[in-house]
């Protein structure tokens, strides 16, 4: 293979997948340093002034510390913190890969389908009848198409904890509002499309355009739009771990604030005496070790919210303008528009 030939073949770079791969790029991107918040900062300046004020105060009034058993507990503490704060990002990774599976499962029925649908033909070849019966199967994949991209849509803005009031333009019927008004009161919009879809199916049954055996799998992956979306609304409910975050939490900041009184009686050593470098160097070491434990901390807050995290680093216009261009194409109709065309 060279300069993207293979044989006879001419092979080209996807643009559109290398698009949608940037614009996630960019947003992954934008959240590079977001475990740095207020409060991480605001825990930083108070371990940091703890550590200080015990360098200081330690190097003139001298205070009687010994070590006796505290460093043996603190060495223990710290092991067994660390390791629950590994835990809690391993898992915040792993539920927003599993809510990422999720998305893509929801996409890959949505493609099935429209890929089973081609199955839908014309039942009569006399010019009169085969005309209406030609018009009937292209509304249907027209329709069909639409409610994918619709089911879609109101997929995501669930995702990010909203609901459909009114459709897209692209997105709405042309036969009036009833199906606008039943999704704008329909407390769940993506399940109402994918009852929605499943009707259409039936409508070709009853017109003996397809088979009931080919209305059975597609039945069977409108099924699979209903699972996908009820697995993420099921993490968007779930409760989050209150009382194991306030634990991490008290234990993390009691945890720095002792090393920081710690790491200045250390700095100071046997001398006792107070010099400006190893103040400097006291700050230095208890701030870069309170940045990481509560770096670590905040890291792991992905467990309380997965699906923000992945809303935050999904392009989800990208994905649905990848979609749409894909179910006109599936169709295998020419009179099927994208939906969601790019810009």
């Given at each position: 293979m060279s300069n993207g030939k293979l044989l006879d073949s001419v092979v080209l770079s996807d643009a559109g997948l290398m698009e949608a791969q940037a614009k996630m790029s960019t947003k992954a991107s934008k959240q590079f340093l977001a475990f740095i918040s207020p409060d991480m900062m605001v825990q930083t300046v108070i371990a940091t002034s703890i550590s200080a004020a015990v360098y200081v105060g330690h190097s003139y009034v001298q205070f009687p510390i010994t070590e006796g058993v505290a460093r043996m507990v603190h060495i223990v503490t710290g092991l067994l913190l660390g390791i629950l704060l590994t835990a809690r990002v391993i898992l915040g990774v792993y539920m927003t890969f599993t809510a990422t599976r999720q998305v893509y499962a929801f996409t890959n029925a949505c493609r099935s389908i429209a890929v089973l649908s081609t199955a839908v033909n014309e039942t009569l070849t006399v010019s009169a009848g085969a005309e209406l019966e030609k018009k009937a199967v292209s509304k249907f994949r027209y329709e069909l198409v639409r409610l994918l991209n619709l089911s879609f849509y109101c997929y995501t803005l669930m995702l990010q904890g909203m609901r459909l009031a009114v459709p897209p333009s692209t997105l709405r019927t042309v036969s009036g509002n009833a199906e606008d008004e039943l999704l704008a009161t329909c407390p769940n919009p993506t399940v109402m499309v994918a009852r929605l879809i499943s009707a259409l199916f039936e409508q070709q049954r009853a017109a003996k355009r397809i088979t009931s055996e080919q209305v059975g799998v597609l039945m069977g992956k409108t099924g699979e739009l209903?699972?996908?979306?009820?697995?993420?609304?099921?993490?968007?409910?779930?409760?989050?771990?209150?009382?194991?975050?306030?634990?991490?939490?008290?234990?993390?900041?009691?945890?720095?604030?002792?090393?920081?009184?710690?790491?200045?009686?250390?700095?100071?050593?046997?001398?006792?005496?107070?010099?400006?470098?190893?103040?400097?160097?006291?700050?230095?070491?208890?701030?870069?070790?309170?940045?990481?434990?509560?770096?670590?901390?905040?890291?792991?807050?992905?467990?309380?919210?997965?699906?923000?995290?992945?809303?935050?680093?999904?392009?989800?216009?990208?994905?649905?303008?990848?979609?749409?261009?894909?179910?006109?194409?599936?169709?295998?109709?020419e009179t099927v528009p994208i939906m969601f065309p790019k810009e």
């Amino acid at each position: 293979m060279s300069n993207g030939k293979l044989l006879d073949s001419v092979v080209l770079s996807d643009a559109g997948l290398m698009e949608a791969q940037a614009k996630m790029s960019t947003k992954a991107s934008k959240q590079f340093l977001a475990f740095i918040s207020p409060d991480m900062m605001v825990q930083t300046v108070i371990a940091t002034s703890i550590s200080a004020a015990v360098y200081v105060g330690h190097s003139y009034v001298q205070f009687p510390i010994t070590e006796g058993v505290a460093r043996m507990v603190h060495i223990v503490t710290g092991l067994l913190l660390g390791i629950l704060l590994t835990a809690r990002v391993i898992l915040g990774v792993y539920m927003t890969f599993t809510a990422t599976r999720q998305v893509y499962a929801f996409t890959n029925a949505c493609r099935s389908i429209a890929v089973l649908s081609t199955a839908v033909n014309e039942t009569l070849t006399v010019s009169a009848g085969a005309e209406l019966e030609k018009k009937a199967v292209s509304k249907f994949r027209y329709e069909l198409v639409r409610l994918l991209n619709l089911s879609f849509y109101c997929y995501t803005l669930m995702l990010q904890g909203m609901r459909l009031a009114v459709p897209p333009s692209t997105l709405r019927t042309v036969s009036g509002n009833a199906e606008d008004e039943l999704l704008a009161t329909c407390p769940n919009p993506t399940v109402m499309v994918a009852r929605l879809i499943s009707a259409l199916f039936e409508q070709q049954r009853a017109a003996k355009r397809i088979t009931s055996e080919q209305v059975g799998v597609l039945m069977g992956k409108t099924g699979e739009l209903i699972e996908a979306y009820h697995s993420s609304l099921s993490m968007l409910l779930s409760p989050s771990p209150v009382s194991l975050t306030a634990f991490v939490y008290f234990f993390t900041a009691a945890w720095v604030y002792f090393s920081a009184a710690a790491l200045a009686v250390i700095e100071l050593g046997d001398s006792k005496a107070f010099h400006g470098f190893g103040l400097w160097m006291t700050v230095c070491y208890s701030g870069f070790l309170s940045l990481f434990m509560f770096g670590l901390y905040e890291a792991g807050n992905v467990v309380e919210a997965p699906l923000k995290a992945l809303m935050s680093l999904l392009a989800t216009d990208a994905m649905a303008q990848t979609l749409s261009e894909d179910l006109s194409c599936l169709v295998d109709d020419e009179t099927v528009p994208i939906m969601f065309p790019k810009e």
